[in-house]
């Protein structure tokens, strides 16, 4: 794996280019940072974002499922506000917060 803080930076540079209406995951977001086994080091970045980098875009990485992943309420985030993010953008969110990724799927070119 890369250093952490070359990692962190690479992460935090592909979720700020996911066009606004679209998602990833996890793992799409790990391996086009250098790293396809660390899905579950982007979900940490990303939570542990700082007030500065709060508009790097982190509600448009979700779990290659389809659904949002946020298990409990962090920092004041939680499955709802990640919701209205998205539907804010046009992203159809079901009842049950999965997200129809043939629809929304960011293709990267």
Partial sequence: ?????????????????????TVTNYGTVATLAGSPNAARVVGGILRSLTI?????PWWRVISKSGRISINQNIGGIDKVVQKEKLESEGIEVSMNYKINMRKYSWIIS
Avoid: A, H
Avoid at 7 to 19: A, D, H
């Fill in 1 to 21: 794996m890369k250093t952490n803080s070359e990692f962190r930076k690479n992460v935090l540079n592909i979720v700020s280019s996911i066009p606004k209406g």
């Fill in 52 to 56: 500065e980098e709060n508009e790097i």
